[in-house]
């Protein structure tokens, strides 16, 4: 079954403690992006990648690391989280390189609480 | 930044009545697309309509896009407690490898 796959589901931090979301794909797709998702503001990108090794930054990412060493993988990485990246997050993929310009396959989502 | 806003925020009806969602956007869009979300869960593609279309239809649903106003809206006719869920549109640019996406409507269908 094609799916974007993202774990955790769900995760209760502290503050200042790194972890890392994982997001993986079986679609063979080339573009790949983290969403974070937050009441009345909607999605936001935090970062994309469109290829293997290359990655860049979307609206806010502040306080977030991403790699994409595979291209089924695409880790979310914070190294020291603070509790205002207590959000809903998602993962994407898309087809193409360019994310804009197809449609975006998401994850069930990963709800970080940072205390 | 926020491309599109949709309108309105949230909408309730009674089961077999149309539902209709708007979407406004403020630059030059390559393409829009409709996103359906259950509560809290990951968002679906519904539909997808290029700058040079003016309207699609997928099942019950049909999308408009008229690029003069900028706008765009999804109807969906004879609904059902199902749709109940919220929904975003979102819009690629030629410009920038970025979908971006709008606040959303929520919809509730009462049975």
């Known amino acids: 079954e094609a799916q974007v796959t993202q774990n955790p589901r769900y995760l209760i931090t502290v503050t200042g403690k790194k972890l890392t979301v994982t997001c993986s794909q079986n679609?063979?797709?080339?573009?790949m992006s983290w969403y974070r998702q937050d009441p009345g503001l909607g999605l936001r990108q935090i970062y994309y990648?469109?290829?293997?090794?290359?990655?860049d930054k979307g609206d806010v990412p502040e306080g977030y690391k991403v790699s994409r060493k595979e291209k089924r993988n695409f880790p979310l990485i914070l190294e020291s989280p603070s509790p205002n990246q207590t959000s809903l997050y998602f993962c994407?993929?898309?087809?193409?390189?360019?994310?804009?310009?197809?449609?975006?396959?998401f994850g069930a989502g990963t709800r970080l609480s940072v205390l | 930044s926020q491309q599109g806003e949709e309108d309105p925020q949230a909408l309730s009806i009674q089961e077999g009545e149309n539902a209709t969602m708007n979407c406004s956007y403020k630059?030059?869009?390559?393409?829009l697309q409709w996103y359906r979300q259950n509560s809290g869960r990951g968002l679906v593609h519904l539909i997808l309509?290029?700058?040079?279309?003016r309207e699609k239809h997928s099942g019950r649903l049909r999308v408009t896009l008229d690029t003069s106003k900028k706008s765009s809206s999804l109807l969906i006719t004879a609904s059902r407690a199902a749709d109940t869920a919220s929904y975003f549109c979102?819009?690629?640019?030629?410009?920038?490898?970025?979908?971006?996406f709008g606040t959303g409507t929520r919809l509730q269908v009462f049975p």
């Open positions: 994407a993929s898309s087809l193409s390189t360019s994310g804009a310009k197809n449609i975006q396959y």
């Open positions: 990648s469109m290829n293997v090794e290359v990655t």
């Open positions: 309509i290029r700058s040079n279309e």
């Open positions: 979102a819009t690629g640019s030629y410009n920038t490898d970025k979908l971006i």
């Open positions: 630059t030059s869009i390559n393409n």
């Open positions: 679609m063979n797709h080339e573009y």
